[in-house]
């Protein structure tokens, strides 16, 4: 318990240097976030025109004055308003959030469902035909670009199979048609994980079946399910465990493409457009909130892995 | 021990994150979009002619929506959605880009000296919402409230040139201006930060009012979502008559290669094209969809604005070699997938008022530009930059002209930055060469785009210094009243600036739309940010 207090204390100097970094890279971007606001007329609005609502937005003060401020109405748990929507940031994140957590978390039940199976059968049958092609397929998973395999998908199963839906997120329509949405893009998302899992899978249980306590499970007369079930996968999936952890991480960013690619709202289709639209409360907004998901994905899995390895202790 | 509990309290906090989701997702808010999963059209076997039908039309398109109110509008979502909302006083006589046709002004006088228009309001327009009747007093308070540097707004420079707003009677309005300005009118009808509000809905709904607006034009807003869809419903209270389609839903599809398979697909009806290989696409793609991009309606010149101060450009010879060493007929076309043919030569676009042929003209000539670059001091060429977004035309036109200009000794590098980028570049001045399309439906506008004191901060992207009496000339013509003595000035102008050549003009840039063919009545005008919703029709 004391650990885990520990790391979450960790959490907020992580965070601030999170924020600065990202505050400093905002303002040495090139690319005015009035300039961004003022649209087709932009080239004709006078001088006290932009300065006044640069003024509103407080970008006329000295940056470590607008840093002090912004972070100063963080603490008290306000991220600001968007420049463009003029709406809380919070609201912002609120309204993507949930399909974002959809995604992600089907996003792993997709790579843990075809990675975890493929890695076992290829290290119980090791340098077989079946080997191979997982292995060739699990190369093509780690090298397409979610891009490409997105609009790919995208173009059997939706435009010519017509088999799942084009766009959208299916929110409104109920649990089945928000699982109808997820498919292709939680396959996609999924897709690189589940190959990194799958080879990861098939190294550790190699590994562990060379292993001296599987020679003597065997000789004890144990069927060989048992022994790669209950001995051999529970010592190999401890090191599957802190990969499957850290892909968390990926598959948020990887949401920025899956979720364009396939017309869903989300925290990554929100990045984007903040920083296309130079939107600095937003884009520090939604850092924050990536920022906290990873952490704590982190640290979530180094709990788990305690609790499978009773060599790991947090004490 | 301890384990095992941190284990459970693990497990259960996953489950309840888990639970949190679903929960929230199982009860929506109010389903009032219909989920978008007709995965095969819907027309074949039930679908019986039945008229009372509602007819539905789903436009898609590229950003979310960010904010419906005229004050604080930006991007095209926005703009699209507002001109169907709102009502202006004037709007445009469809299919034209110089005449005027009345809307909520049934018509008006203008003083023989141009400075004071009394417009005569309908007396039969109601707010949509029951926000009451529209009067002379709706009028003054929006040009007063975007005239109000308080209102912070981000548009609406066209009605600075309001000096007094005074209220005649109930349906009577008089504006005074500051100086007499021909394009007036054409100017409140293009532009977005014009359009009437209620001053009632605004402080009612405060911050809400960017999704919950009300206007009095065609369509009322059923759902609006921050960075999201736009849902109109035809509004019941609408003075012209109620519009041929019920409802027009605004889809986010990032992609626009998405967006093309799902207008093929019929998930969409109507969508604006950007990218030259999804126009290729459409044009394959057969009889369902139909392509519009007459360069005739369009309102926009597609340019390489050379910065006039720097060298090499500071020599006319160099410009006018530039412009010599591209057949830009051959560029307009390979580009647009021949949606465009010929290539501009006037700085004003055609569908402009005063537009000429009568310009000097540069043909494809390179060894007339290798001789100018050799008088110039540059016999062996040089190396020069170009700052551009990587979007729509811009790097087809680059990756030809930079192979044309080779031929000629000139070394072109591409330099491609985001969109934020480019404007801060331009706002500074500061790049050799940047790339940009001025879209604007009045040509005075088009000629801001030249004038003497619009440098940067300011829309003179080539940094021109005209000759002095054209100098003046450009700023007279804003105010002539004479509308023959002002079309001999602007042709001037445009003779002057072709002679000149501050930049490579390219082509007149049509905005593209692809539609199904089951789409009817789009009239080309104003470019895809004024999309009419209300002239659509749909005819399966």
């Known amino acids: 318990m004391r650990y885990v207090v520990r790391r979450l204390l960790f959490l907020f100097p992580t965070l601030f240097g999170m924020l600065v970094v990202v505050f400093m890279l905002l303002h040495i971007t090139p690319g005015d976030p009035v300039e961004m606001l003022l649209d087709t007329d932009r080239e004709f609005i006078p001088q006290e025109q932009i300065d006044a609502i640069r003024k509103d937005l407080g970008l006329d003060r000295p940056l470590h004055e607008q840093f002090i401020r912004y972070v100063g109405k963080v603490i008290q748990g306000d991220l600001g308003n968007s420049y463009r929507s003029k709406r809380p940031v919070l609201e912002h994140v609120k309204l993507n959030m949930v399909q974002t957590a959809h995604l992600a978390l089907a996003g792993i039940f997709m790579s843990i469902l075809i990675g975890i199976p493929a890695g076992i059968i290829s290290a119980v049958k090791p340098n077989t035909i079946i080997d191979y092609v997982t292995l060739t397929i699990s190369m093509i998973g780690l090298c397409a670009p979610t891009f490409w395999l997105g609009i790919l998908a995208l173009y059997v199963f939706a435009f010519q199979l017509k088999v799942f839906p084009m766009m959208g997120d299916g929110t409104g329509g109920g649990p089945l048609a928000i699982l109808r949405h997820l498919a292709l893009p939680a396959t996609v998302i999924g897709a690189h994980s589940a190959a990194l899992l799958g080879r990861l899978t098939r190294s550790s249980m190699l590994d562990a079946l060379n292993q001296d306590y599987i020679r003597t499970a065997h000789s004890k007369g144990l069927s060989s399910r048992v022994v790669v079930v209950r001995h051999a996968l529970r010592n190999a999936a401890i090191p599957v465990t802190a990969a499957a952890g850290t892909m968390f991480a990926y598959l948020l960013t990887g949401s920025v493409v899956v979720e364009m690619v396939f017309s869903r709202k989300g925290l990554g289709w929100l990045m984007v457009t903040a920083i296309n639209g130079r939107d600095f409360p937003l884009v520090q907004g939604l850092i924050l909130v990536f920022g906290s998901i990873i952490i704590l994905s982190n640290l979530v899995t180094d709990l788990v892995i305690g609790a499978i390895d009773p060599r790991v202790s947090h004490d | 021990m301890s384990k095992r ?133 709706d009028v003054k308070y929006s040009w007063d409230r975007m005239l109000n540097p308080d209102t912070k707004t981000t548009g609406a420079t066209v009605l600075k040139v309001i000096n007094s707003i005074e209220v005649v009677d109930k349906y009577t309005v008089r504006v005074t201006l500051k100086v007499p300005t021909p394009p007036f009118l054409i100017n409140i009808a293009n532009t977005g930060g014009a359009l009437i509000v209620n001053k009632k809905a605004i402080e009612e709904r405060g911050t809400d009012y960017c999704l919950k607006p009300v206007g009095t034009g065609p369509y009322q807003v059923v759902k609006a979502e921050t960075n999201g869809t736009v849902v109109l419903a035809a509004s019941p209270d609408y003075f012209g008559g109620k519009p041929a389609i019920d409802e027009v839903e605004m889809r986010v599809i990032p992609e626009e290669s998405v967006a093309v398979m799902a207008l093929k697909a019929g998930e969409i009806d109507f969508m604006i094209v950007r990218e030259p290989a999804n126009i290729a696409a459409l044009f394959k793609a057969g009889p369902d ?137 331009q706002a500074e001045g500061n790049y050799d060469i940047t790339v940009s399309n001025p879209t604007r439906a009045e040509v005075g506008l088009i000629l801001d785009y030249y004038k003497c ?49 501050p930049n490579v003009l390219l082509w007149y840039v049509a905005e593209i739309t692809a539609a199904r063919s089951s789409v009817k009545g789009m009239i080309p005008n104003l470019g895809s940010w004024q999309t009419r919703f209300y002239l659509f029709d749909i005819v399966k």
Not at chain 2, 103 to 125: H, I, K
Not at chain 2, 295 to 309: E, H, K, M, R
Not at chain 2, 463 to 485: F, G, R, V
Request: negative net charge; charged residues 20%.
């Open chain 2, 289 to 425: 969809i139909v392509v519009n991009g007459d360069p005739q309606s369009s309102c926009s010149t597609y340019a390489l604005w050379l910065n006039n101060t720097r060298k090499p450009f500071d020599d006319v010879r160099v410009r006018r070699a530039l412009t010599h060493a591209i057949d830009r007929d051959t560029l307009a076309r390979e580009a647009t997938e021949g949606l465009v043919q010929r290539r501009a030569d006037s700085p004003v676009p055609p569908a402009l008022f005063a537009y000429t042929e009568d310009v000097t003209k540069y043909e494809y000539d390179p060894a007339k530009a290798k001789a100018l670059l050799a008088e110039a001091g540059y016999p062996n060429g040089f190396k020069i930059t170009v700052d551009s977004m990587n979007t729509a035309f811009n790097p087809i036109m680059l990756t030809i002209v930079q192979q044309y200009w080779k031929q000629v000794g000139v070394d072109l590098e591409i330099n491609y930055l985001d969109r934020a980028a480019i404007r801060q570049h």
């Open chain 2, 5 to 137: 509990f941190v284990l459970i309290s693990v497990l259960l906090i996953v489950g309840m994150l888990v639970s949190g989701c679903a929960q929230k997702t199982a009860a929506p808010p109010a389903p009032t979009t219909a989920p978008a999963q007709p995965t095969t059209a819907p027309a074949q076997p039930t679908v019986a002619p039945t008229p009372a039908q509602p007819k539905k039309l789903v436009w898609g398109v590229a950003m979310g929506t960010n904010c419906l109110d005229p004050a604080y509008q930006t991007g095209l979502p926005d703009s699209n959605n507002l001109v169907n909302i709102y009502s202006a006083v004037v709007k445009h006589k469809p299919g034209s880009l110089t005449e005027v046709a009345p809307d909520l002004a049934e018509r008006w006088d203008v003083s023989p000296d141009g400075l004071v228009y009394t417009f005569y309001l309908r007396s039969d327009v109601k707010w949509q919402y029951g926000y009451g009747d529209f009067t002379a007093e």
């Open chain 2, 453 to 501: 004191q619009n440098f940067p901060p300011g829309p003179n992207f080539s940094l021109y210094k005209a000759p002095d009496p054209i100098c003046d000339l450009m700023n007279a013509q804003a105010t002539e009243n004479d509308p023959q003595k002002r079309a001999e000035m602007i042709k001037q102008i445009q003779q002057q600036i072709t002679n000149d050549v």
